[in-house]
């Protein structure tokens, strides 16, 4: 069974840092784009940041480049959100997502989800 998992979330003052890890279990992501997207309350989910299967090519929305910075380490079957300089607008569930080959922004192009990890920025 393919499954990803999030962790790392919780509650942190603004300007503040977490880092969100996305482990793969039943599957190898050696050849998966992963993704996080985030939706916070009455919003639509959005896309953070992507990746590429051999980490080579990252993308990132406009309003997390250069404090959000996304990896992987395919030897432990994860991917990173690192997140710093936090801000009250970053506070949502965020998701990680899997698909096989080419990445996308797009949400319903991605094939696995993970169950959401609450960020919550406030002092």
């Known amino acids: 069974q393919l499954q990803l998992a999030e962790s790392g979330g919780g509650l942190v003052q603004p300007g503040g840092s977490l880092r969100l890890p996305c482990v793969a279990s039943?599957?190898?992501?050696?050849?998966?784009?992963i993704a996080w997207f985030r939706q916070a309350p009455g919003k639509e989910r959005e896309e953070v940041s992507c990746i590429s299967a051999d980490g080579g090519s990252t993308t990132s929305a406009d309003s997390v480049k250069g404090r959000f910075t996304i990896s992987r380490d395919n030897a432990k079957n994860t991917v990173y959100l690192q997140m710093n300089s936090l801000k009250p607008e970053d506070t949502a569930v965020y998701y990680c997502?899997?698909?096989?080959?080419?990445?996308?922004?797009?949400?319903?192009?991605?094939?696995?989800w993970g169950q959401g990890t609450q960020v919550t920025v406030s002092s």
């Open positions: 997502a899997g698909k096989g080959g080419d990445m996308y922004t797009t949400a319903s192009f991605y094939d696995y």
């Open positions: 039943g599957f190898t992501l050696d050849y998966f784009a």
